[in-house]
C-alpha cells in the first residue's frame, strides 16, 4: 500500500533563516506531488504542484520554491522565512481522481 | 478561477442524528471532481467521499451522502447517525486536473 511521509512534523524558525521540508511517497511510481498551506483556521492553499521528476508549477507566487530530485520526492524551501509563511504544511500525492494527504508540518516563525 | 464556498462556520449535531453542510462552487467547466475531506483534532486529512461532476447518481458511504446539484452547483454532505468520532473539520474541494481548491471549512460538533 502506499504511504506518505513528511518531517519534520514540528519547526520553529525565525525570521530570516532557510527552510527545508520533505516529502517522500512510497508504494507508487510517477506519482503527481502536491504542496498545500493551511493558515489557522482557514482551508488549504495549493503553493506547487508535480506531475514529474525536475517538474515544478506554482501556483501562488511568494517566498518559498519546490523542487523533485526523485520520483517519490518533493521538497519545499524557502531562502529567507518571513512571519507570513507560518502554517501547517501538507503534502499529497495523486492517483487518478483522488488526493492523499500526508500528516503534515506545523511551521512557526519567530 | 473555481472558488469554493463553505457558507457554515461551525454546525453541531446531537449524537444519532442527521446534518448537512453546505458547498456551493463557481465553475465553467463541465468535467471535474468533488471531495469532501474531514480534517480531525489531528490535522490529518482523511477523504470522506468523492463524486464525479459527468454522474447524475449522488455518491454514497455508509453513514454519508452528498446532494450534487450540478446546476445549481452545490455539493452538500449529510452524515446520517452522527458519531462522537465524526467531529472534525470538514473541507469541500473542487478539483480538475492539477487544480484542486479547498472551502474554509466546517467546524462540526456533535453533542453526546
Known amino acids: 500500500s502506499q504511504t506518505i511521509h513528511q518531517w519534520p512534523a514540528t519547526l520553529v524558525q525565525p525570521v530570516g533563516s532557510p527552510l527545508s521540508l520533505e516529502c517522500t511517497v512510497e508504494g507508487t511510481s510517477n506519482p503527481n506531488l502536491y504542496w498545500y498551506r493551511q493558515a489557522a483556521g482557514r482551508g488549504l492553499q495549493l503553493l506547487f504542484y508535480s506531475v514529474g521528476i525536475g517538474q515544478i508549477s506554482s501556483e501562488v507566487p511568494q517566498n518559498l520554491s519546490a523542487s523533485r530530485p526523485q520520483d517519490r520526492q518533493f521538497i519545499l524551501s524557502s531562502k529567507k522565512l518571513l512571519l507570513s509563511d507560518s502554517g501547517f504544511y501538507l503534502c499529497?500525492?495523486?492517483?487518478?481522481?483522488?488526493?492523499?494527504f500526508g500528516p503534515g508540518t506545523r511551521l512557526t516563525v519567530t | 478561477a473555481q472558488t469554493v464556498t463553505q457558507s457554515q462556520p461551525e454546525m453541531s449535531v446531537q449524537e444519532a442524528e442527521t446534518v448537512t453542510l453546505s458547498c456551493t462552487y463557481d465553475t465553467s467547466e463541465s468535467d471535474y471532481y468533488l471531495f469532501w475531506y474531514k480534517q480531525p483534532p489531528s490535522r490529518q486529512m482523511i477523504l470522506v467521499i468523492r463524486?464525479?461532476?459527468?454522474?447524475?447518481q449522488n455518491a454514497t458511504e455508509n453513514r454519508f451522502s452528498v446532494n450534487f446539484q450540478k446546476a445549481a452547483k452545490s455539493f452538500s454532505l449529510k452524515i446520517s447517525d452522527s458519531q462522537l468520532g465524526d467531529a472534525a473539520m470538514y473541507f469541500c474541494?473542487?478539483?480538475?486536473?492539477?487544480?484542486?481548491?479547498f472551502g474554509a471549512g466546517t467546524r462540526l460538533t456533535v453533542k453526546p
Open positions: 463524486q464525479e461532476a459527468y454522474k447524475q
Open positions: 474541494a473542487y478539483r480538475r486536473n492539477n487544480d484542486m481548491r
Open positions: 499529497a500525492w495523486s492517483e487518478a481522481y483522488e488526493q492523499y
